[in-house]
């Protein structure tokens, strides 16, 4: 497979303010960016502190009983943050507001079932090249590899490549305000979550799952 280029990825989520990004100064960046974008990174940290204050009790002699409650309830409800559930009313470039696409429910628990089935058959055709496109094109954003494939071989063109970009941004943009708006609203659970016989080629996104934002960004380009 090929490798991801190279250069900062863009990100679906990460970084966005409640007004557009115009900037592209790293500092001004990165003090706009979200609070909520560090509780994606905190189970990382509150894991790797509870291992530390484990070892460092343990170094001293005292009894580990008492903090590690303490150190596993934090984790959990830290780990169990959902990934900005308010991004479907963030403003958006061209549609009126993200619920101006709103899906229709998701399918019942009896069409659920049958989806189910048909996944469980899917994943039992899984061999070495199917998981080598699924982590390819897992490497970054949903948006990630799109703007990667975007530009089209031969010669530079700063003008045309520049508009390509700047509309397939938008879109993707869009795209994502619209698919957590619809998230959101219907709170469905993920496949594994709903049969935990189910095995995921991938770990679940701590977000709804209904609609797929990367097959919502694929259906925007």
Request: charged share 15%; hydrophobic share 40%; net charge neutral.
């Amino acid at each position: 497979m090929s490798k991801s280029p190279d250069g900062p990825q863009p990100s679906h989520l990460d970084g966005k303010t409640d007004h557009h990004p115009r900037s592209n100064d790293c500092q001004t960046y990165l003090l706009t960016r979200r609070p909520n974008y560090f509780l994606n990174i905190l189970p990382e940290l509150i894991s790797y502190c509870a291992a530390l204050g484990a070892w460092k009790t343990l170094q001293l002699g005292l009894p580990i009983y008492w903090v590690l409650p303490l150190l596993l309830s934090l984790g959990c409800s830290i780990s169990s943050a959902q990934i900005e559930p308010n991004a479907g009313h963030w403003k958006t470039w061209v549609l009126t507001a993200g619920n101006q696409l709103r899906l229709l429910p998701p399918p019942d628990e009896a069409a659920t079932r049958e989806e189910i089935a048909q996944l469980k058959d899917i994943a039992k055709q899984r061999d070495a090249a199917t998981l080598d496109q699924i982590v390819w094109w897992n490497a970054g954003p949903p948006g990630y590899r799109w703007t990667s494939i975007a530009i089209p071989p031969g010669p530079a063109n700063a003008t045309l490549h520049s508009r390509i970009m700047a509309l397939l941004s938008v879109a993707i943009y869009d795209a994502t305000v619209a698919a957590w708006d619809s998230k959101y609203a219907y709170q469905r659970l993920h496949p594994t979550a709903f049969d935990p016989s189910l095995t995921a080629a991938l770990p679940n996104p701590r977000s709804p799952s209904y609609p797929s934002e990367h097959a919502v960004v694929a259906g925007a380009q």
